[in-house]
């Protein structure tokens, strides 16, 4: 569990024309909230906008069950700095992920035990407090992750679930996050656990669904099979989020980037990584009512929203899906 972040552990409704709309938010710091007028957030702004976002939610003829509430709102916003047309597209793409791939956004649950299993395992955790620029750090540690025993859907999910408890919190829907991912013992046999499909669907909805302010990326010991795989997903991503890429020959190099005390013990911090994801498991423990009230969003999915989620935006040349397959097959 990060300190100095403001949770909720309410159950919103997701009831697109409540009777009463939800504008409890906790209290912002100076830091915050200069983050925030940066993003184009006034008082003004931020009441005008919330108002025309939950009337184009109540009109909108396919969206069914959506949360109206302000954190989840102001998520959006602050991604798209208070673009309506790129936050209505980012919430419409959202809410087609989660009712397009119920297998992966669904059923964020603690006690469900292969999510369970791999908070145990600490294969995913965030870091005991906010970096010196205010964001969430989430660590991943490639050995909670067993190509026997594991899966991709549920890590998939054990990565969702971090986002939907940090995203819509004050702090880091103003001031962003950073992933870390030691990959040391991500091989071909995770690797092939993905198909060409899956890496376009999930990199598509990355670049167009993922209410996030995701200020960057970290890959530590990388196996070259990963870096060749990565490589051809980098292809896949938005520019934006390709610049915030960092790959890291050595630990000496992550810790000029990334605060090493703040880091688990295993990485040259303090902390083990056990303890920091046994604190995170209590947090979830706390979320999991509101998470799974998210299973209760839902959009219908026309045909022209099938075919997005289907084939992807994204694309792959020949020659990047050849490379692919010889990898597959080697």
């Keep these: 569990m990060t300190k100095e972040v403001g949770f909720y552990f309410t159950v919103p409704s997701a009831e697109k024309v409540p009777d009463e709309y939800d504008d409890t938010v906790h209290e912002m710091n100076d830091f915050c909230r200069n983050i925030a007028k940066q993003l184009g957030e006034t008082d003004f702004t931020r009441k005008q906008s919330l108002q ?6 109540a009109k909108h003829p396919h969206i069914k069950r959506c949360r109206t509430d302000a954190p989840f709102l102001l998520r959006f916003l602050r991604t798209k700095k208070y673009s309506f047309i790129n936050t209505a597209k980012t919430l419409e793409s959202y809410l087609t992920a989660k009712s397009k791939h119920r297998e992966w956004f669904n059923n964020l649950d603690i006690d469900d035990p292969p999510i369970a299993d791999l908070v145990n395992a ?12 205010g964001r969430a750090v989430f660590f991943s540690c490639s050995s909670g992750f067993n190509p026997n025993k594991n899966t991709i859907i549920s890590a998939i999910k054990t990565i969702c679930m971090m986002g939907e408890i940090y995203y819509e919190t004050q702090e880091i829907s103003c001031a962003g996050c ?27 909805i990355v670049n167009t669904a ?5 200020r960057e ?7 070259a ?7 051809l997903v980098l292809q896949l991503m ?13 630990l000496e190099d992550l810790h000029s980037k990334v605060d090493k005390s703040m880091l688990p013990k295993e990485f040259g911090g303090e902390i083990p990584a056990s303890e920091m994801a046994a604190n995170y498991k209590v947090l979830c423990k706390k979320m999991r009512k509101r998470l799974l009230g998210l299973d209760e969003l839902e959009i219908e999915l026309t045909s022209n929203q099938n075919d997005i989620w289907t084939n992807g935006s994204g694309k792959l040349d020949d020659g990047a899906i050849g490379s ?3 990898l597959q097959v080697d």
């Design 52 to 57: 025309q976002l939950r009337e184009w939610i």
């Design 122 to 133: 600490s294969y995913l955790f965030p870091l005991p407090r906010l970096d010196s620029e």
């Design 178 to 204: 950073v992933w870390i991912f030691d990959m040391e013992n991500i091989d071909m046999n995770v690797l092939g656990m993905l198909t060409i499909q899956d890496i376009r669907t999930l990199a598509d």
């Design 210 to 214: 993922a209410a996030a302010r995701i």
């Design 217 to 223: 990326l970290h890959f530590i010991n990388t196996p």
């Design 225 to 231: 099979v990963s870096r060749a795989i990565a490589n």
């Design 238 to 250: 938005s520019e934006k989020i390709r610049n915030r890429v960092f790959c890291h020959s050595s």
């Design 324 to 326: 692919f397959r010889k």
